[in-house]
Structure formats: C-alpha cells, structure tokens
Antibody, heavy 118, light 111 residues
C-alpha cells in the first residue's frame, strides 16, 4: 500500500548533525513533490522544506535555511533531510509527506523523533 | 511569517455541527485557493480532510466541508461523531518565500 516510513531520528547534542530518511512505497515516488514537516512536543505543525519531483528545486523555512538540506534519490524511492548545527528548538517529530497538488499533503509518515539536548 | 490563527478549542454534541475558523492575511489564505485542513488524533500522523478550500479527498465523509471568505477559511463538521474528536490544523500556500503556513491547531471535543 501507499506509505512513507521515516528513520534516522535520535538524541543529538546541540551543534551536531543528523540525517533523516524517508522510504516511499506503493506509488511512483519520482512523480511527486515531497515535504518535511515537523511538530515540536505538544505544539503544532511547521513546514520545514520541500523538494521538486526531480530534486532540481528546493525550498526551506527561514528557521532552518542554511542549516538543513533536503534531497531525494528517485532510484531508491527515498527522501532525505540533512540537519546540521542542530539547536534545542529543533527538537520535534519530523514527518515526511507527499503533495497531491494544491500544496496539500495527502500521505504522511508516522514521523521520527529528533531530540537536541546536551 | 506568523502561523495562521485558529481558536484553540471547539466543541459540540453528537449530531450537531461545529465550525472551526482559520484566519490569515491577503498574502496567504486570502490570496490563494490553496487552503487545506488536517485531522490529527493523538500519536498519529495528520490526515488530509480538505484541500483547495473545499475539495474532499476520496474516503473523507461528506460531513466535512470547507469554505473561505476573504482572509478567513472555515472547516465545518456536520453530524458530529465521537471519532471526530481530534486536533484540526489548517494550512495555506503563502507565496514562494514561505510556501506553506499552518495554523496553531484547534482541539475539537465531542461532548
């Protein structure tokens, strides 16, 4: 079935790096714009980054610009988020999601927890 | 840019209707017909309920409907059922600098 499965979360010290992965299955991954969206504990949703079908266009929220890099490998049906210079305020569940058009996200992964703490 | 504004809570009895608002600006909600609504149960991933202001994905009951007037979008849930109790988030395209803004979320309680 159509699904997204994130991995790579964990506990990391401030200033360190982490790379998240999102494995897609059940649909033609290369045909969709993909997003990362995060949710801090007890808080709302925040858009983090998005990447075009072929990876040629990437956009970031101001809060992560210059620190995070979104990428994809369509041959492996996998989306990535490289997170550098992590801060305590980056602590959140990170979801990958598929855009169905209209900037609407119709398929979401369960998320992977990232905790930034010393 | 600030998040879209939603009331923190809403409630209704089974069978009743409830409407949740989502207020933005002319640069987001008012400027584009790209408002979406998501339902999130505790510990679960968000689920798309409405997109393009008023369109329903397949499988979403027609008890859920969306609309927009000016800079405010609304989600109406008719014939409330116990399983509708959840957090609801709106989102809107906000231009090529901010792309997607989310609301702060509304906790819907079915009394």
């Amino acid at each position: 079935q159509v699904q997204l499965v994130e991995s790579g979360g964990g506990v990391v010290q401030p200033g360190r790096s982490l790379r998240l992965s999102c494995a897609a299955s059940g649909f033609t991954f290369s045909s969709y714009v993909m997003y990362w969206v995060r949710q801090a504990p007890g808080k709302g949703l925040e858009w983090v980054a998005l990447i075009s079908y072929d990876g040629s266009n990437k956009f970031y929220a101001d809060s992560v610009k210059g620190r995070f890099t979104i990428s994809r490998d369509n041959s492996k049906n996998t989306l990535y988020l490289q997170m550098n210079s992590l801060r305590a305020e980056d602590t959140a569940v990170f979801h990958c999601a598929r855009e169905r058009g209209y900037y609407a996200l119709d398929i979401w992964g369960q998320g992977t927890m990232v905790t930034v703490s010393s | 840019q600030s998040a879209l504004t939603q009331p923190p809570s809403a409630s209704g009895s089974p069978g009743q209707s409830v409407t949740i608002s989502c207020t933005g600006t002319s640069s987001d909600v008012g400027g584009y017909n790209y408002v979406s609504w998501y339902q999130q149960h505790p510990g679960k991933a968000p689920k798309l309920m409405i997109y393009g202001v008023s369109k329903r994905p397949s499988g979403v009951p027609d008890r859920f409907s969306g609309s927009k007037s000016g800079n405010t979008a609304s989600l109406t849930v008719s014939g409330l059922q116990a399983e509708d109790e959840a957090e609801y988030y709106c989102s809107s395209y906000a231009g090529s600098n901010n792309f997607v803004l989310f609301g702060g979320g509304t906790k819907l309680t079915v009394l």
